[in-house]
Nanobody
Framework: VQLQASGGGLVQAGGSLRLSCAASGRTSGRYFMGWFRQAPGKEREFVATISAIGATYYADSVKGRFAISRDNAKNTVNLQMNSLKLEDTAVYYC???????????WGQGTQVTVSS
């Protein structure tokens, strides 16, 4: 599966951004689609994931603020990010996987910068 992330940018704290990930490949609709992020000097961390049938899982740090969704007909997965905090600043990556914890294909990343 090839993945192309977009939608990053600069936003003030408390604002919102919507990330999108376009997936190519006939079987992409069968996979878990996840979002991860990596801040400067930190390890990459899980943000959210959604199963093929729409079950969602979130990191505690984003619960209630972020929402992941997918459109299998369009092969896209979105991450709506609200009430953004300075600590949300990172490069965000989308990924496709066979389980919620195993991802085999990664997009190129999109930068999200939250300013005060």
């Amino acid at each position: 599966v090839q993945l192309q992330a977009s939608g990053g940018g600069l936003v003030q704290a408390g604002g919102s951004l919507r990330l999108s990930c376009a997936a190519s490949g006939r079987t992409s609709g069968r996979y878990f689609m996840g979002w991860f992020r990596q801040a400067p000097g930190k390890e990459r961390e899980f943000v959210a994931t959604i199963s093929a049938i729409g079950a969602t899982y979130y990191a505690d740090s984003v619960k209630g603020r972020f929402a992941i969704s997918r459109d299998n007909a369009k092969n896209t997965v979105n991450l709506q990010m609200n009430s953004l905090k300075l600590e949300d600043t990172a490069v965000y990556y989308c990924a496709a996987g066979t389980t919620s914890t195993s991802y085999h294909d990664w997009g190129q990343g999109t930068q999200v910068t939250v300013s005060s």
